[in-house]
Nanobody, 121 residues
Framework: QVQLLESGGGSVEAGGSLRLSCAAS??????MGWFRQTPGKEREGVAV???????RYADSVKGRFTVSKDGAKKFLFLQMDSLKPEDTALYYC?????????????????WGQGTQVTVSS
């Protein structure tokens, strides 16, 4: 089981930026990703780094969000720029030992507690 702890959420005005961090007990040979959820809606895949290093993004965040990781320090990051009110959500870090995870939450086994991002107009 991979233990995960997110940080970096907060409140920002539209057009602003935030950087989320996820401290992991391991990031070796796992897919890692960011998901988000708002009340009454299903959890949505935002960005994923596959085991082979490929990155996947939801269409709604392409060109605005960047996912990266620091292998030595065992951190996953999500740089969020040009934020919009519709990006407001609880953001989760997730990990999986599956070979090909995609943006599907069912592919992921381990989850953090989440960090809230609120974007005001």
């Amino acid at each position: 089981q991979v233990q995960l702890l997110e940080s970096g959420g907060g409140s920002v005005e539209a057009g602003g930026s935030l950087r989320l961090s996820c401290a992991a007990s391991t990031i070796s040979r796992v897919c890692m990703g960011w998901f988000r959820q708002t009340p009454g809606k299903e959890r949505e895949g935002v960005a994923v780094i596959e085991r082979d290093g490929r990155k996947r993004y939801a269409d709604s965040v392409k060109g605005r969000f960047t996912v990266s990781k620091d292998g030595a320090k065992k951190f996953l990051f999500l740089q969020m720029d040009s934020l919009k009110p519709e990006d407001t959500a609880l953001y989760y870090c997730a990990a999986s030992r599956n070979l090909d995870c995609g943006l599907r939450d069912l592919s992921f086994n381990d989850w953090g507690q989440g960090t809230q991002v609120t974007v005001s107009s």
